[in-house]
């Protein structure tokens, strides 16, 4: 049997509920997600997706709903406090400085200091390279020198490093918002395996995309949202066909396990 431990989920959403004025954007939404798990989240344009991950990642406060981080209650109240809490959202490259090389990149807001003089820090920048070289290995990265500057990089490889520099500050949940959107087949391919990689190494992942195929490579689970619910929480099973039409029909709202029963039946 396993440890209790295990068995609580690292993350659980209880009944969140954001609106926007009139939008709903959020009607009740519940998600768990398990140690060593990733979960792939799929939906329509405008289903909540990200404004459920923002409210995960502390970007949005929700106006209902509670979140236990290993079966605690957790308040996030703006980002930097869900990542010291553990919660890294890895934005698209747009999040990463480009005039800056990749190793200053990875350790954007926490630089290693060196020496302390009052206010001012010398930071040490052998070590952060070091760290970084290391951090790519261990990811295998492929990129040639952590002292070029992220704008002589590659889409697919800005992303990597966005996606390296989450795993940098000891985030016991990871989560992409359409990590894959706007890079080649060949880069998309190396961000997937990247995925599988972060959970051959133990990570606990959240993976939005638009690509069913993305979420079907590399999911352990689905949950699938439309108009701000909940209309399915599934293994990620069967082959590629089956798999997208039963996805789709979740989405166009022909299927939905969560529907309460209406007086019509
Ligand atoms: N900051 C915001 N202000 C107003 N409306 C928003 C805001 N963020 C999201 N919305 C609305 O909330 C709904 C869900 O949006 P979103 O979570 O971005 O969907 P998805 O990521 O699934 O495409 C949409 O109707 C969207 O227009
Ligand atoms: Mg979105």
């Known amino acids: 049997m396993k440890p209790i431990e295990e068995a609580i989920p690292v993350v ?27 979960l792939g989240l799929v939906g329509d344009n405008a ?42 959202m890895v934005y698209q ?29 010398v930071m040490d920048h052998r070590h952060m390279e070091q760290e970084t070289k290391s951090l790519l290995n261990r990811l295998k990265i492929d990129i040639s020198s952590v002292r070029q500057k ?48 972060l959970k051959a190494q133990g990570s606990s992942i959240i993976i939005i995309s638009h690509r069913l195929e993305d979420i079907y490579q590399v999911s352990d689970r689905m949950i699938v949202l439309r ?3 909940k209309v399915s929480d599934t293994p990620v099973e069967g082959d590629i066909h089956e798999f997208r039409e039963r996805v789709v029909a979740y989405m166009i709202g022909a299927r939905d396990d969560f529907r309460e029963k209406t007086v019509a039946g």
């Open 150 to 197: 992220v704008e002589r990089l590659s889409g697919g490889q800005r992303q990597a490093v966005a996606i390296a520099r989450s795993t940098a500050f000891n985030a016991k949940v990871i989560i992409m918002d359409e990590p894959t959107a706007a890079l080649s087949v060949a880069a998309i391919d190396k961000v997937l395996d990247l995925v599988r990689e």
């Open 12 to 38: 659980e959403m209880r009944n969140i509920k954001k609106n926007f004025g009139a939008v709903q954007a959020l009607r009740g939404i519940d998600l768990a997600l398990h140690h060593n798990e990733v």
């Open 47 to 88: 289903a909540g997706k990200s404004t459920l991950m923002k409210v995960l990642s502390g970007a949005y406060i929700p106006d209902e709903g509670e979140i236990f981080l290993e079966g605690k209650k957790a308040h996030l109240s703006n980002p930097m406090d869900a990542r010291r809490q553990g919660i890294e």
């Open 227 to 229: 108009q701000g619910r």
């Open 93 to 121: 490259d747009y999040a990463l400085a480009n005039n800056l090389d990749v190793a200053a990149n990875v350790f954007l807001g926490r630089e290693v200091v060196r020496i302390r003089l009052g206010p001012i820090g």
